[in-house]
């Protein structure tokens, strides 16, 4: 079983080997196959296959349903999460950074009102709560998490750094980090590597935006200079250039639209495959009711 999850974690099977885009065709052939040759000896190829393709749609539109709208215990959009081609997270709801000031700020009024934005605890009426039961609450716990990938975004934005990590930002803002790094250098110490580095310095803050209803994040960020002495160890960080805000907008995606897809063929399907059931039903009853008995052939009396 270890073995099996590794493979699976690992993805030792690629999308594009031949062993997984047999899998489908394969399965179908035998599991799906198997029913239709039963169904084939005893109704005919025709109308095993309308047989077959109404009951396959029509359980596949009654999970389609629960996969879309959920039940009772059942949340909505548990199923498919993505359709052929696209990644897993397609349809997912992601986070997207942008800078005060910027086009994309324009469409949020509410960015202009930081101080109206709360801290994830206020924000979902927890602020009473211990931290310890506040975390074992899945709706703390899952918007904290996507949060921290909102973070995460806002930060790469602060201070975007390649993979050479050179921080790639204007000639003037350089200058000024520059200056305070020179300044703030200790003696006898060489920049590290990974010289610049920006970190939140404050709690994040969430508001619902007044004109869109879209779910907004801020947070104040700071670049940091790291310096090493004669032996290679670090110092401290030391904080140059000043902080600054920066937001992220939640698109809440659409992960109902593969299970939506699923169902409505589904639907068309059994709706076919119904249609043509039924005429053949017709037709077997239309030929049995056309069916002359040939008459029998009456004795001739022997003359008497």
């Known amino acids: 079983m270890t073995e099996l999850l ?4 690992e993805e030792a099977i690629p999308a594009d080997h ?9 399965g179908l052939l035998f599991l799906s196959g198997s029913i239709y ?11 095993g296959a309308a047989i077959y393709g109404t009951a396959f749609f029509a359980f596949g539109f009654l999970i389609g349903v629960f ?10 959009n548990l199923g498919i999460n993505h359709l052929p081609g696209q990644s897993v997270d397609h349809y997912q709801p992601r986070w997207y950074a942008f800078e005060p000031g910027s ?32 975390q074992a609450n899945p709706r703390f716990s899952s918007l904290s998490g996507s949060v921290d990938q909102a973070v995460s975004q806002m930060s790469d934005q602060f201070l975007p750094i390649d993979e050479n990590n050179v921080a790639q930002i204007g000639v003037e803002r350089r200058s000024v980090l520059e200056d305070e790094a020179r300044a703030q250098q200790p003696e006898g110490s060489r920049r590290a590597p990974d010289f610049y580095s920006a970190e939140d310095v404050g709690e994040p803050r969430l508001l619902e935006d007044r004109s869109t209803g879209t779910l907004l994040v801020v947070n104040e960020f700071q670049v940091f200079a790291t310096f090493l002495d004669e032996d290679g160890v670090p110092f401290d960080p030391v ?30 399907g059994f709706a076919i495959s119904l249609a ?6 017709m037709r077997d009853k239309r030929r049995d009711a056309v069916e ?5 052939d009456l004795a001739v009396p022997i003359a008497q």
């Open 103 to 134: 086009p994309r700020a324009e469409f949020f009024p509410s960015t202009d009102q930081v101080e109206d934005f709360e801290p994830l605890a206020e924000h979902l009426g927890m602020a009473g709560m211990d931290e310890e039961d506040r």
């Open 239 to 268: 904080p140059v250039g000043p902080s600054g805000e920066w937001f992220a907008f939640l698109d809440p995606g659409a992960t109902w639209v593969p299970s939506a897809v699923w169902t409505l063929i589904s639907l068309f």
């Open 37 to 47: 040759l039963l169904l084939w000896s005893n109704y005919g190829a025709k109308k």
């Open 67 to 76: 996969w879309w709208f959920g039940g009772p215990g059942i949340p909505p």
């Open 6 to 9: 590794f493979l699976a974690v």
């Open 18 to 26: 031949p062993a997984a885009i047999l899998a489908v065709p394969l």
């Open 276 to 281: 043509w059931l039924d005429r053949l039903e």
């Open 292 to 296: 002359v008995e040939e008459p029998e």
